[in-house]
């Protein structure tokens, strides 16, 4: 009756033909049931009603070794299990809306910020050039303000850029083959001066020196950047930096480790979400939106790879990617970019212009 068929219909048919594909496996592992008395054994399998829709069937048997035999029930509760459904996708769709709107207050005050110091600035500026007092040393200091948060500007935009361009399936890498040990040791020690100047040790280590794959040297780049700038971020003076590359056969495998200040358990499983921020507050010494490690985890899919985060509180954070090592046969090894390397100091500076000490 549960199932529209009728008796004679239901005997003239396998049980298997109106069990959901997907469950046929949970059946065959519980078609066997348990004689042990008193023991009450449930499993919950969907079968197909006479209309071709499903329903689920919460089932429950127990064994009375007096008669030999079982009493076997079984009820409908489809209904209920559509209400949790539609409950638990509330909850996530509120998990979602609050989540945004955090995120869109944390951009809000991402663009506050720089513009606020840029016009102030500026003010200072021309309050200076009115007086006549203009010096060649507060010059060079606002003009220094002015580039950092140009920097932090555009940093923000090109994430919010890009982030869209993943959205609608319109972003693209430009690979070729490269020497990625190259392209990870350039950037590392490019931002050595960084890692100076708030006295964190910076050490890179790797297995082989040369390791051919197909990959996109900017957006490795911008994978380690990403990772590097948090790691300066939440790294305290007299702290380390680790960043050291090993390789399978089929695989390069990078880790970028620090002795910062870690990431909460519960944290670790949002570090990646494009809403998901560890820091909430603004009163640090750096800021972020939360999309950068989006960004991050999307650009080392897109090489085909996969990142994974080990953290524990004040005991440091390390990041693990992995990149395929995997060559196209009619293109040549290409050339280390000279003129990538001249760019380094200034993309270390985008990346880098929301640390504040430096």
């Known amino acids: 009756n549960v199932l529209g068929w009728s008796e004679e219909e239901l005997l003239s048919m396998l049980i298997t033909d109106i069990i959901h594909p997907e469950d046929l496996e949970s059946f065959k592992g519980k078609r066997i049931l348990d004689d042990i008395e008193g023991q009450i054994t449930r499993n919950i399998i969907r079968y197909r009603h006479k209309n071709g829709q499903y329903v689920y069937l919460e089932w429950s048997s127990e064994y009375f070794s007096i ?5 076997i029930a079984a009820r409908d509760i489809t209904n209920r299990l559509e209400i949790e459904n539609k409950n638990k996708k509330l909850e996530q769709v509120v998990k979602l809306e609050i989540a945004k709107n955090e995120f869109f207050s944390n951009i809000s005050h991402e663009f506050r910020t720089p513009i606020n110091i840029l016009l102030g600035t500026t003010q200072v500026l021309n309050k200076n050039i009115e007086n006549n007092n203009i010096k060649l040393e507060n010059l060079k200091k606002y003009s220094n303000y002015i580039r950092q948060n140009a920097y932090r500007l555009l940093r923000l935009v090109n994430n919010l850029i890009d982030i869209n361009k993943m959205d609608m399936g319109a972003y693209n890498l430009r690979c070729s083959n490269q020497n990625i040990v190259n392209i990870i040791e350039d950037i590392t020690l490019s931002v050595a001066d960084y890692t100076k100047n708030n006295n964190i040790n910076l050490v890179f280590d790797t297995d082989k020196e040369e390791i051919i794959t197909y990959c996109d040297p900017d957006k490795i780049e911008r994978i380690m950047l990403n990772i590097l700038s948090n790691a300066i971020k939440f790294t305290p003076e007299n702290g380390f930096i680790d960043v050291s590359i090993n390789s399978t ?15 909460p358990k519960d944290k670790l499983d949002v570090i990646f979400d494009r809403f998901g921020q560890v820091e909430g507050s603004f009163n640090r010494k750096s800021e972020g939106s939360g999309i950068g490690l989006s960004l991050v985890k999307n650009l080392v899919e897109l090489h085909g790879g996969n990142i994974k985060v080990y953290s524990k509180i004040n005991e440091g954070t390390e990041f693990i990617f992995t990149i395929p090592i995997v060559k196209i046969a009619e293109d040549t090894v290409q050339d280390y970019d000279v003129d990538r390397k001249v760019k380094h100091v200034e993309r270390c500076d985008i990346e880098f212009s929301d640390i504040y000490s430096i």
């Open 67 to 71: 008669e030999e035999n079982y009493i």
């Open 249 to 263: 056969e089929s695989e390069v495998v990078v880790s970028i480790k620090d002795s910062g200040v870690g990431i």
